[in-house]
């Protein structure tokens, strides 16, 4: 059975970093997409980056490049995502999800596994 398990949110100032951590197991990920999303209250769900376990190809919304970076430790079967230059509106629950998949989709609905999601407020 898969397991993502999210960590590393928290309460930060605008301009300020944080570091989450997905880790994943209950099988091998070597052929799966693993993806980023987060969801504002009263939001959709959005993406937010992936990255293709084997390979390492990444992908980022436009509204995170340059900000984000997306990585995955194959040794720890964790993928990261590093926020720099956190914004208010980044505030969200972050979500870690996996896929089995060629591509790297950039919406919801072809990832099959979900985590409980980890929470992060980015005061002005």
């Known amino acids: 059975q898969v397991q993502l398990v999210e960590s590393g949110g928290g309460l930060v100032q605008a301009g300020g970093s944080l570091r989450l951590s997905c880790a994943a197991s209950?099988?091998?990920?070597?052929?799966?997409?693993m993806g980023w999303f987060r969801q504002a209250p009263g939001k959709e769900r959005e993406f937010v980056a992936a990255?293709?376990?084997?390979?390492?190809?990444?992908y980022y919304a436009d509204s995170v490049k340059g900000r984000f970076t997306i990585s995955r430790d194959n040794l720890k079967n964790t993928v990261y995502l590093q926020m720099n230059s956190l914004k208010p509106e980044d505030t969200a629950v972050y979500y870690c999800?996996?896929?089995?998949?060629?591509?790297?989709?950039?919406?919801?609905?072809?990832?099959?596994?979900w985590g409980q999601g980890t929470q992060v407020t980015v005061s002005s």
């Open positions: 209950g099988r091998t990920f070597s052929s799966y997409v």
């Open positions: 999800a996996a896929t089995r998949s060629f591509t790297i989709p950039t919406t919801r609905g072809p990832y099959d596994y």
């Open positions: 990255i293709r376990w084997s390979g390492g190809s990444t």
